[in-house]
């Protein structure tokens, strides 16, 4: 890193450094913007950012693996769609400016480097957006909160990226802890941390390399099939309704003529959803493993058949785990179209499984499965 950061900026005098991790989801997908439960935890894969005041009135911005050499007068005053991961650093700096009046006046230069596949499902962008929001916070004394840290980044994603994401990914970033997930109830915020006693077991990620266009505008699509159920109920039951969070199973099921056959599936799943992070988190603590792969199985057949977001790739990789030995469970991750599967399996068979399951993925895909085992990491750093 050092080597990387004299070639660009000439030394590494002043350089202060911060890092962001991604994130797993063990379980809890698509509840996050309906005011659900979530269960993620912050991995060893990381994004770390490196920045010095330059004394001029120009950001220079290179990342290594994300490609390029940006540089950026100052003031920002717009973000294009078009500027791959520059966007994210403008948006920061935008969201900075709109929530609490910051204006970045300063040059800097700042070096980006990370270990989060790119497009795998493992919020690589909002580890980004939170190790920037964190730098300008650290850098200039904004005195944010964490809390403020991962809305400032969740916003600057809603608002200047583009995708209408929740606020799972960013605070798992913010507030990961090392063996722990968090059980985090995303309509007051509230958490808890939920320790992992994984022993001789272990989650591993299936990474298909398959990332849908389509991604972002199909979830933003999720989310307002969402909001339309959500419009219905409260419409026809009482504006107290806030969020799908607020609505049973029996409610949604006993009331299915008012919705469109869509729009029914996605509320169903929801409300399922939600409640299987509860029944996880028991399970983890009363270690009952069985349960812990019922429920994950069950999340997947959720998002494949009710909340259509899965994929024959993703399917492919968790109908063969069903089958394998060794494997307590698993399930695709995530926003879903392409990405990860997460499965938790025991050491000792992880090599079998992951042979096996590469190569019929190879035989049926053409295409290299990637396999990552995960350790549970820290939140936010800096040194
Ligand atoms: C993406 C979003 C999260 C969450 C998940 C699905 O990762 O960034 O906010 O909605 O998808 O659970």
């Known amino acids: 890193m050092e080597k990387d950061i004299e070639k660009i900026f000439a030394d590494t005098k002043g350089f202060t450094f911060f890092q962001a991790p991604g994130r797993i989801n063990i379980i ?124 400032f980044a969740q916003k600057a994603e809603n608002e200047y990226v583009g995708v209408r994401c929740g606020i799972m990914d960013q605070f798992i970033s913010v507030m990961g802890k090392k063996g722990r997930a968090i059980l985090l109830n995303t309509s007051n915020m509230d958490y808890e941390y939920v320790p992992l006693a994984l022993n001789d077991m272990r989650f591993v990620l299936f990474d298909t390399n398959v990332h849908h266009e389509l991604r972002n505008s199909k979830y933003n699509l999720r989310r307002s099939e969402c909001e339309r159920g959500l419009k219905i109920l409260q419409k026809t039951f009482s504006s107290d309704i806030k969020a799908l969070s607020d609505v049973t199973e029996e409610q949604i099921k006993k009331n299915k003529g008012l919705f469109s056959g869509n729009v029914y599936k996605r509320l169903l799943y929801v409300v399922q959803e939600n409640h299987r992070v509860l029944e996880m988190v028991k399970a983890l603590k009363n ?45 695709m991750m995530g926003g879903g179209f392409g990405g990860c599967v997460l499965a938790l399996i025991y050491k000792n068979y992880e090599r079998d499984i992951s042979d096996f399951i590469e190569d019929e993925y190879y035989t049926e895909f053409k295409r290299k499965l990637s396999i990552y085992p995960i350790s549970i990491t820290d939140g936010i750093a800096f040194h």
């Open 28 to 151: 809890g997908e698509h509840t996050d913007y309906n005011g659900g439960y979530v269960l993620p935890a912050a991995i060893d894969k990381k994004i770390t950012v490196g920045v010095r005041k330059s004394g001029s009135n120009t950001i220079r911005a290179y990342s290594k693996e994300y490609n390029g050499l940006f540089t950026l007068p100052l003031p920002i005053v717009q973000c294009e769609e078009r500027e791959g991961w520059v966007k994210h650093l403008k948006a920061v700096v935008l969201t900075l400016r709109d929530e609490i009046g910051f204006h970045l006046k300063e040059g800097l230069d700042i070096y980006i480097t990370g270990n989060i596949p790119v497009g795998a499902g493992l919020s690589s962008s909002a580890a980004l957006d939170v190790a920037l929001t964190f730098t300008l916070n650290h850098l200039f004394s904004l005195g944010l909160s964490l809390l403020q840290i991962a809305r």
């Open 287 to 331: 270690k009952a493993y069985d349960e812990v792969g019922r429920l994950l199985y069950a999340s997947h057949n959720g998002l494949k058949y009710l909340y259509e977001v899965s994929s024959p790739e993703l399917d492919l990789i968790v109908d063969h785990l069903r089958e394998r030995d060794g494997v307590i469970g698993g399930r």
